[in-house]
């Protein structure tokens, strides 16, 4: 689980960021202003998202003071500031990551999430490969990632293409979690892929045809979730 230190002195839109950010399953530490903040500058987050103005240690000095501790660590700044200055000062000593106030929560999430992937993304497949020893157990469905196959309840294989695959095991690895379409999207398509989400859509329809007793929920108005039965 991913764990990130956001620093916000406006006490509304902190909470809102804080419960947007969990609502992926992170765990968030929310600090109201700078010196709280540098005292847990030891503790090394995944992820710090920065407000410039501060009370007590502005975004700055803490920036200088965290890429002085660990530089590869990520930050994000958001500022309601003149935004070609604060980003370019924020480049220059280190930010990964510009936000300009005001901004919708969901890009933040985002833009958190993209970065995350980025930094993390040899230790995330060192994970990957890891639960690929065993399968995955989704009664009476079993995944065997390292095979690439997905077996009923007679162990007999499913006739899964590439895609349906790849959306299923990114399913699994996230057991509980809401997943919004364009999470989906970004995860299985990549970067890359130009056309509308409702790809995710129809990818979903086939493998729930092929395993009618998988539990994949539609989420209505925001994505799906994958349980357990």
């Known amino acids: ?55 007590g240690v502005d975004g700055y000095q803490l920036i200088r003071e965290i890429k002085a501790d660990c530089d590869k660590l990520p930050v994000i700044f958001i500022s309601a500031r003149d935004a070609d200055i604060d980003r370019i000062v924020g480049l220059e000593l280190g930010s990964d990551d510009y936000l300009s106030k005001p901004f919708l929560p969901r890009e933040l999430v985002i833009r958190a999430r993209k970065l995350l992937e980025r930094t993390y993304d040899e230790r995330l497949r060192m994970e990957t490969s890891n639960e690929a020893v065993l399968p995955l157990s989704f009664p009476p469905y079993r995944i065997d990632t390292s095979a690439r196959t997905a077996l009923n309840g ?14 299923l095991v990114y399913f699994a690895s996230h057991t509980g979690q809401l997943l919004e379409r364009e999470q989906v999207l970004l995860s299985v398509w ?31 108005g925001y994505g799906y979730r994958l349980v357990k039965p």
């Open 190 to 220: 990549g970067d890359h892929f130009f056309g509308s989400d409702r790809v995710v859509d129809d990818l979903v329809r086939r493998v729930r045809k092929k395993m009618p007793e998988l539990r994949l929920e539609t989420v209505y």
């Open 1 to 55: 689980m991913f764990r990130i230190f956001l620093v916000e002195d406006e006490s509304n839109l902190n909470q809102v960021l804080a419960t947007y950010l969990r609502n992926e399953g992170w765990e968030v530490e929310t600090f109201m202003d700078g010196s709280e903040a540098r005292k847990a500058l030891k503790e090394r987050p995944h992820l710090w998202i920065l407000d410039i103005m501060l009370p």
């Open 154 to 167: 007679m162990n007999q294989p499913l006739d899964l293409t590439s895609k349906e695959f790849d959306l």
